[in-house]
């Protein structure tokens, strides 16, 4: 079976280290970045943004777990892990803004986040249907479930594809949000920014394996086709 050929693995190498790397440079910054000191905690901060922006009826919620932080846009709740919501330092205030950013987009009607919330029920759908599909086309040969699992698996990859943007911009929103309320000064935003830059990495190293996943099936897929 190709899920399991080592093939597979040198093919989508390139996707791995650059996942490697955007981990260890995550860890990093975001490490350094929590024990720098700023004004206001991860809720304050949140808070702060979200009132700015005529935003409140987003309620901030602490929820457990690290690096757990997310925006609910069903809900119409910023969720914050427990070192982000408590932390007053320059890690928590640089996540609390970037998910902030995400309810910004949702306000605003941003399309590629609009696509992105459209797009997730084929998403979850695609990730789980797809390797069903894809084994039992391998196992029996049946060429049609195989194509059918590349289709859905397909669906992911456009999901990683929207998303991209979706992100980059919380993170520019977040970047010019903490300089303009004075929530970060200026000569410390380099530390905000590094965290950011190595969580959108993360992104892309992610959207980088689906795609080259889904070439390897479609190879596969032509291969068994000749």
Same mark, same amino acid.
């Given at each position: 079976?190709?899920?399991?050929?080592?093939?597979?693995?040198?093919?989508?190498?390139?996707?791995?280290?650059?996942?490697?790397?955007?981990?260890?440079?995550?860890?990093?910054?975001?490490?350094?970045?929590?024990?720098?000191?700023?004004? /206001?905690?991860?809720?304050?901060?949140?808070?702060?943004?979200?009132?700015?922006?005529?935003?409140?009826?987003?309620?901030?919620?602490?929820?457990?777990?690290?690096?757990?932080?997310?925006?609910?846009?069903?809900?119409?709740?910023?969720?914050?892990?427990?070192?982000?919501?408590?932390?007053?330092? /320059?890690?928590?205030?640089?996540?609390?803004?970037?998910?902030?950013?995400?309810?910004?987009?949702?306000?605003?009607?941003?399309?590629?986040?609009?696509?992105?919330?459209?797009?997730?029920?084929?998403?979850?759908?695609?990730?789980?249907?797809?390797?069903?599909?894809?084994?039992?086309?391998?196992?029996?040969?049946?060429?049609?479930?195989?194509?059918?699992?590349?289709?859905?698996?397909?669906?992911?990859?456009?999901?990683?594809?929207?998303?991209?943007?979706?992100?980059?911009?919380?993170?520019?929103?977040?970047?010019?949000? /903490?300089?303009?309320?004075?929530?970060?000064?200026?000569?410390?935003?380099?530390?905000?920014?590094?965290? /950011?830059?190595?969580?959108?990495?993360?992104?892309?190293?992610?959207?980088?394996?689906?795609?080259?996943?889904?070439?390897?099936?479609?190879?596969?897929?032509?291969?068994?086709?000749?």
């Amino acid at each position: 079976m190709f899920f399991f050929n080592p093939m597979y693995f040198l093919f989508i190498a390139p996707a791995l280290l650059l996942a490697f790397i955007a981990q260890i440079w995550l860890k990093s910054t975001y490490a350094s970045a929590m024990k720098k000191p700023a004004p /206001l905690s991860g809720a304050a901060a949140a808070r702060h943004i979200l009132d700015s922006a005529g935003l409140q009826d987003v309620r901030v919620e602490q929820i457990p777990g690290q690096l757990s932080d997310h925006y609910d846009p069903g809900a119409k709740v910023l969720r914050l892990s427990t070192d982000v919501y408590q932390s007053r330092s /320059l890690g928590a205030v640089g996540i609390a803004a970037h998910e902030a950013g995400h309810a910004i987009q949702d306000a605003k009607h941003y399309a590629p986040l609009v696509l992105r919330n459209l797009a997730v029920p084929t998403a979850s759908f695609g990730s789980s249907a797809s390797w069903i599909l894809l084994i039992i086309g391998m196992i029996f040969n049946f060429k049609y479930l195989i194509l059918g699992g590349i289709i859905l698996f397909g669906c992911v990859v456009v999901f990683q594809l929207i998303n991209l943007p979706v992100e980059f911009d919380a993170s520019a929103r977040a970047k010019r949000v /903490l300089v303009d309320l004075n929530i970060v000064p200026q000569e410390d935003m380099h530390v905000v920014r590094n965290m /950011l830059y190595a969580a959108a990495l993360t992104y892309v190293a992610a959207t980088l394996q689906a795609v080259l996943t889904l070439l390897y099936y479609i190879m596969i897929y032509m291969g068994r086709r000749d």
